[in-house]
């Protein structure tokens, strides 16, 4: 397996760790716009030491990176809002919808011609995604809105990447994202007036699940922005990362009681679908590695 594949899939399941321990972090009272800012600073800070990569400044193209930041932080506080309220086994699925977002604005946006496989791997992918959520045996809370905001997050997502892949070469891959995880920190800036408190009120205990969180969530982030700006495989990357759907539902089976979700409690034949969901994932990863 190439590093540009190992990396997204490194990625996916650091990601299902960290949206675990964030969402332990939200039922501890955070909220979704602190939370959000959190990780943009903290992510700001992760990759903070690429700038200093060998790059290109072009104070010319100024406002690519800020405009990706600005796409990236609307992405992140859709996603948060909807671990808030929602369940991470259904939040985290839906995100995957960004698979076919991708393969439709790679072509658009970045006129880059996908292969047949890329395509069926796609739709695999989806249909897979699909059937991890499906199954009548666990309430899920909030699932209309957590749906819809997801969803929103995953299209968000979908056009950063096709931005990055777009961009990135006039600057160099390192210094771009450097730039635009650090525009997306100050443009968190504005999350500030919708904080139910001030930062200071947040609970002593639900700090180190929240830095624990977001830390992880930073990491996977520069793990996987930095594939897709350095090899430019943007939906190929997408359909690997796609398992953190399933790594989602996985830990919450073998870990919830860890960290207290309330999702740990899954029925047989919800197990019985997401399993099915596994095999068409995992189908899809196969095509894409191929």
């Not at 540009?4 to 399941?13: K, N, R």
Request: glycine share 8%; proline share 3%; net charge positive.
């Amino acid at each position: 397996m190439s590093l540009s594949t190992l990396l997204p899939l490194i990625a996916a399941i650091i990601y299902a760790i960290g949206a675990l321990i964030v969402k332990r972090a939200a039922e501890l009272g955070v909220g979704s716009w602190r939370t959000a800012f959190i990780a943009n600073l903290v992510g700001a800070v992760v990759f903070l030491p690429l700038i200093l990569v060998e790059g290109t400044n072009r104070l010319d193209l100024w406002w690519q990176p800020v405009i990706a930041g600005l796409v990236f932080t609307v992405g992140q506080s859709l996603t948060f809002t909807a671990m808030d309220k929602g369940d991470v086994s259904v939040a985290t699925p839906v995100l995957g919808l960004k698979i076919l977002f991708v393969a439709l604005l790679v072509t658009f946006i970045a006129g880059q011609s996908l292969r047949p496989q890329l395509w069926l791997a796609a739709l695999l992918a989806t249909a897979g995604i699909a059937l991890l959520n499906f199954g009548g045996g666990h309430p899920h809370h909030h699932v209309a809105r957590t749906i819809v905001t997801a969803a929103l997050a995953a299209a968000m997502f979908a056009i950063f990447d096709a931005l990055v892949q777009a961009w990135a070469a006039a600057w160099g891959a390192a210094r771009f994202v450097s730039l635009t995880i650090i525009a997306a920190a100050v443009c968190s800036l504005a999350f500030v007036p919708r904080f139910r408190a001030p930062l200071s009120a947040i609970p002593r205990p639900a700090w180190r699940w929240l830095l624990g969180g977001t830390t992880l969530m930073a990491a996977q982030s520069l793990m996987f922005v930095f594939t897709v700006a350095h090899w430019r495989n943007a939906a190929t990357a997408n359909i690997v990362y796609s398992s953190r759907g399933l790594w989602s539902v996985v830990l919450v089976w073998l870990f919830g009681h860890w960290v207290k979700s309330r999702e740990q409690h899954l029925g047989r034949s919800t197990l019985s679908w997401r399993l099915s969901g596994a095999t068409l994932m995992m189908a899809a990863i196969f095509l894409a590695v191929r």
